[in-house]
């Protein structure tokens, strides 16, 4: 009975719930999107790389060798020596490997200069290691493997000719177009920044920059040349970075002391896990002044949504009144206005948590494609459980306010309506 009566009166002032409504569920949504947001990217950055013991580059910082070494976020401030990496590769504490380099792009994707040990020791998420959705690793000089979100851009199959932009940017007006490369493989999706990477060997990528010392193009070989020269010339100069695997965990933070005292030139190794502790700790403090907002916004809806109810109470002295005539004692009134309230705030939740899942369901290819994001759907979690009893019992608690109101004028008025 008493849910049937709320729901009747509810119905009767649709237009004033159902504008109450649309302002709490876009509340509910930004509250729980945000949290949301955050504990994805937080689980979508922690999963990008995993085997990894060291990442070692020029001395930069630990966050940002992290960044532009393993997201592709920035730039390096500086590359390190062939013999610098070499050094550190035949340390006895060393399993493998991975060098890159970074710098050109291809229509606004990272090309990433490496050997074949990325795609054999390279792993994400726990243990998932590099698998292709078609072809293989590359064999020739100028083979190149494309990752999952580059050949679904671009449309891009096994057997197509490819060209590498100079230096780094969605445009470039300076390309490598001498020397074009074929697609021999494509990764299967990862969900990482390696969707939206370019792969292509150590000795391609030094072959397109013959010519280049001084960064722009100057005397450069045609293909055949390339194809003829003596591997040596072939080997880099220098990379960007280079991951590393050591052979017991134990000897990780032994070579993490010696690279970092390495006398040669100033080099960084820095452990992924400690470095995304860091990046966490530096955008903590915007992600609680975000939750913060989202909060005192969703406050700020369910003030207005008692202060409604209260506006209300005046014209609903003659409804109150008959339903008092008709037996309904003072504790009914009060139970039925906070039934209004509890029902009013469940809609809430659940159309915001329904709007938060359109939201998250349109945006993850946009966030997957542009910054290699992956947002999941499962928005209905524990956590959104407790946010949703809490948002509940804060409405329940506000919505004291009429239904005591209700309470007293029942008590004093009886059917008398003031005019």
Partial sequence: ?????????????????????????????????????????????????????????????????LLYSVFRIGNPTNNITWQSY?????????????????????????????????????????????????????DGLFDAVVGAEVARALDYELGEQIVINHGGGAVSFVNHGDMPF???????????????????????????????????????PSPEEVLAMDPERLQPNQLTAFFVGVRSPAQTFALQRAVNNYRGEPLQAVLPGVALSELWQMIG?????????????????????????????????????????????????????????FLVTLLGLLFGSLLLWLAVTAAQPMLVSEFGLFISTQVWQLQTLYYGAGVLALALVLGLVPAVVAYRRALADGLAVTR
């Fill in 182 to 220: 074929t697609i021999t493989g494509i990764l299967a999706p990862t969900g990482t920044p390696v969707d939206q990477s370019v792969h292509i060997s150590l000795e391609a990528w030094e072959a397109i920059h013959i010519g280049w010392e001084r960064g722009v193009p100057g005397r450069t």
């Fill in 285 to 341: 403090m915007v992600e609680n002044v975000l939750l913060l907002i989202a909060l005192l916004v969703l406050i700020a809806t369910l003030i207005g949504m008692t202060t409604t109810l209260l506006a209300s109470m005046r014209e609903r002295q003659r409804e109150m009144a008959i339903l008092r005539a008709l037996g309904a004692s003072p504790w009914l009134l009060f139970l039925l206005i906070e039934l209004e309230v």
């Fill in 86 to 138: 070499q050094d550190v590769a035949r340390q006895s504490a060393v399993a493998w490997t991975i060098p890159i380099t970074l710098g050109d792009t291809h229509r606004g994707y990272r090309v990433i200069g490496t050997n074949n040990d990325y795609f054999e020791y390279f792993r994400y998420g726990r243990t998932n290691h590099l698998q292709f959705a078609a072809g293989d690793r590359f």
């Fill in 1 to 65: 009975m008493k849910l049937t009566l709320a729901r009747k009166s509810l119905w009767n002032r649709r237009g004033t719930v159902i504008l109450t409504l649309v302002s709490l569920a876009i509340s509910v949504a930004l509250l729980l999107g945000i949290d949301h947001v955050r504990k994805e990217a937080r689980n979508s950055f922690s999963q990008t790389i995993s085997g990894t013991d060291l990442i070692i580059g020029a001395r930069s910082g630990s966050t940002n060798l």
